[in-house]
């Protein structure tokens, strides 16, 4: 292995300040469905640790996660006040980035059969080469 600072199995959608509100944006955006970032900002605010985001941080990561690619726009609904409100879902690099955050790789590796690591190893050259 070469010398130098290690590269860390996390992915960097989970890593610095942001992580926890992505982490909680994931969630409740997978768990309820498609939803406007005002309806997200008042789930986020029912989490015990994150009483106190204001509402401008929450639109601000929705819409980076959306140029990111791990929302995407579902629709457009009416607000109560009239105007419209856009609505996004978490999109399949969202889901597989939940996925990754919670599998130990270790133990993936251990568990996998010949075929299943072959298919797998195929996948991720693939991705990696373009």
């Known amino acids: 292995m070469a010398k130098g600072k290690a590269k860390s199995g996390r992915l960097s959608v989970f890593k610095g300040r942001e992580a926890r509100l992505n982490r909680a944006i994931f969630h409740i955006l997978a768990l309820q469905g498609p939803k406007a970032p005002w309806d997200v900002f008042k789930e986020v605010k029912a989490h015990r ?3 106190f985001v204001r509402y401008a941080s929450i639109n601000k990561r929705v819409r980076n996660l959306e140029e990111e690619g791990y929302l995407k726009k579902a629709g457009v609904r009416e607000t109560k006040a ?8 978490i999109t399949f690099r969202a889901n597989l980035a939940i996925l990754l955050d919670y599998v130990n790789l270790d133990d993936l590796c251990m568990k996998v059969d010949e075929t299943m690591a072959q298919t797998l190893l195929a996948a991720m050259l693939n991705a990696y080469i373009k």
């Open 49 to 51: 640790g994150l009483r």
């Open 82 to 89: 009239g105007f419209e409100a856009e609505t996004y879902e």
